[in-house]
Nanobody, 115 residues
Framework: QAQFEESGGGLVQPGGPLRLSCKVS????????MGWYRQAPGKARELVGT???????NYADSVKGRFTISGDFTQDIVFLQMNSLQSQDTAVYYC?????????WGQGTQVTVSS
């Protein structure tokens, strides 16, 4: 079983930055991929981006060039640096981790982009 500590969500003005953090803990998880998904009201959950233990990154087209994922797999911590935020980025952001045993999800943190 995995436990998540997500932080960094909140209200930000359009064009501003925000940084999300997520620490995953649990015994013998052997996580090899971490990342973020998001879900806006009335929409399906969608990929934001992921990073593997081999440092391979994958981003949704909508965030490429604006968002950056980084991670520390020795501590199972993942970060999402979001720049040039737009109203369309408003959503609940979910931390995600994948191991050989399955997929794990955080409880989510709200990001609201509004003036």
């Amino acid at each position: 079983q995995a436990q998540f500590e997500e932080s960094g969500g909140g209200l930000v003005q359009p064009g501003g930055p925000l940084r999300l953090s997520c620490k995953v803990s649990g015994s013998r998880l052997s996580i090899h991929t971490m990342g973020w998904y998001r879900q806006a009201p009335g929409k399906a959950r969608e990929l934001v981006g992921t990073i593997t233990s081999g440092r391979r990154r994958n981003y949704a087209d909508s965030v490429k060039g604006r968002f950056t994922i980084s991670g520390d797999f020795t501590q199972d911590i993942v970060f999402l640096q979001m720049n040039s935020l737009q109203s369309q980025d408003t959503a609940v952001y979910y931390c995600y981790a994948k191991s050989a045993w399955g997929d794990y999800w955080g409880q989510g943190t709200q990001v609201t982009v509004s003036s």
